[in-house]
């Protein structure tokens, strides 16, 4: 229902629970409040969702600068549940939930899951990680509310996952996209072939990835792998998700978060189809709310009918972090779009590590990948570093490694080794 509804009616919708949750900021949040009235906002309520893009924005520092419970907005006694994420400086930035809290959780996941095909009376397998970080408890709670049976398999020990998946025969797979193809590896390293598992989708995220990857997983498990998008600062794992009808775009569940797309420069919001950073607001959300909240991932919206036949807006595939994207020789780089390069190669293993160096003044980048077994790994090397040159017009050196001796995820894989002295 709160997914088909016309756009006008959820622009009411959204506008009303803006003003009730700018209202609450204000009331439980001073510290705020006092920045809305210095930037001369907020005294009267929104008559209109466009009036938002003149307000300031809240960053990771807002909430780094909190630790651990300022930006709560609620005496601890009303929150039930803390989790966070990783911080720079060792220290995690804490989030807050209400019982309400993780009830409108639990039904954003679950509507995910329906996005990406499951069905109550399904079986989960959650190779997410449980603890502080969102992926593991967020899937398990919609998962839940769905009815769906949970496995909590948690990340890691790829053996003990692969024989619970042989064994239990889930419908779904819940991780990270390059645990998957881990997953995958694993079974046909070990004889076994992943599409015997009988998986009908794999809802994966917590990394950028790429059309590739998806078609290397569809292949690889012979089901729907969809992508779902999250982060704890706005809820955890279900604020979007593909609809595996389509597979074009995340739907982004707008009864709760609000989605901008902004300039990170200018902070100018962007239009439909214009890659910028993400900006969300939380329209309902009891503790640790966020007005504008800067996420430091780059997509793009579209606001276009989908053929699955609900109206909220998509977002585009995360193209990768504000702070991720590295500058070689004047050209601006994700490494996603080095990914799709090394996945669509076909002679290639899927797995790769940026590496970025300085020789003299200059930064080099080496992409260190592994060739398929019966390939022809100089040919390999040779066709991808043209393809780069293409690409991107810098030299990029192409590096083929031991099959095997590349390191493999067990959760968010990490691809960019930065050994430049300064940056
Ligand atoms: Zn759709």
Redesign the pocket.
């Known amino acids: 229902m709160e997914e088909t509804i016309s756009p006008k009616e959820r622009a009411a919708l959204q506008r009303e629970r803006l003003n009730h949750q700018i209202e609450r900021v204000k009331r439980n949040l001073p510290a705020l409040g006092h920045r809305f009235a210095e930037h001369g906002v907020g005294r009267q309520p929104l008559t209109n969702l466009e009036e938002l893009s003149s307000w300031p924005m809240m960053t990771k520092a807002d909430l780094m600068a909190a630790y651990p419970m300022a930006l709560f907005g609620v005496p601890r006694q009303a929150v039930a549940r803390l989790q966070g994420s990783s911080g720079t400086h060792g220290k995690p930035t804490l989030v807050g939930y209400s019982k309400d809290d993780l009830a409108m959780w639990a039904e954003v996941v679950a509507r995910c899951l329906v996005?990406v095909g499951a069905e109550s009376g399904q079986m989960l397998h959650n190779a997410y990680g449980y603890g502080l970080f969102t992926g593991g408890l967020g899937l398990h709670g919609g998962a839940e509310r769905l009815g769906l049976t949970v496995m909590p398999a948690s990340g890691g020990v790829t053996s003990r996952q692969c024989l619970l998946l042989e064994d239990l025969r889930p419908d779904g797979l819940a991780c990270t996209p390059s645990y998957a193809l881990n997953i995958a590896e694993h079974l046909i390293q070990n004889h076994k072939d992943p599409r015997h598992l009988g998986l009908k989708w794999a809802i994966l995220g917590a990394e950028p990835w790429t059309e590739e990857m998806r078609r290397e997983i569809e292949k690889e498990f012979g089901c729907d792998a969809c992508d779902i998008y999250g982060l704890s600062e706005v809820i955890g794992p279900g604020v979007a998700a593909?609809?595996h009808?389509?597979k074009?775009?995340l739907?982004v569940h707008e009864d709760h978060f609000l989605v901008e797309v902004i300039d990170p420069k200018s902070g100018q919001v962007l239009a439909d189809g214009e890659d910028g950073e993400l900006v969300f607001t939380t329209l309902t959300r009891q503790v640790s709310p966020v007005i504008r909240y800067r996420t430091g991932d780059i997509a793009s919206l579209n606001h276009e009918p989908?053929?699955?036949?609900?109206t909220t807006v998509?977002m585009s595939r995360i193209k990768g972090r504000v702070d991720d994207m590295f500058v070689l020789r004047g050209v601006n780089i994700f490494p996603s779009e080095i990914e799709r390069l090394v996945l669509a190669q076909g002679q290639l293993a899927p797995v790769y590590v940026l590496r970025l160096s300085q020789r003299a003044a200059l930064a080099e980048l080496t992409v260190e990948v592994e060739a398929l077994p019966a390939a022809d790994a100089q040919a390999a090397v040779r066709q991808l570093q043209h393809q780069l040159h293409d690409a991107f017009g810098v030299r990029i050196a192409v590096l083929a490694k031991e099959p095997g001796s590349l390191p493999r995820s067990e959760g968010k894989a990490k691809r960019l080794i930065d050994e430049r002295t300064s940056t």
């Open positions: 996005l593909e609809c009808q389509a074009d775009g739907h989908c053929r699955c036949g609900r998509r």
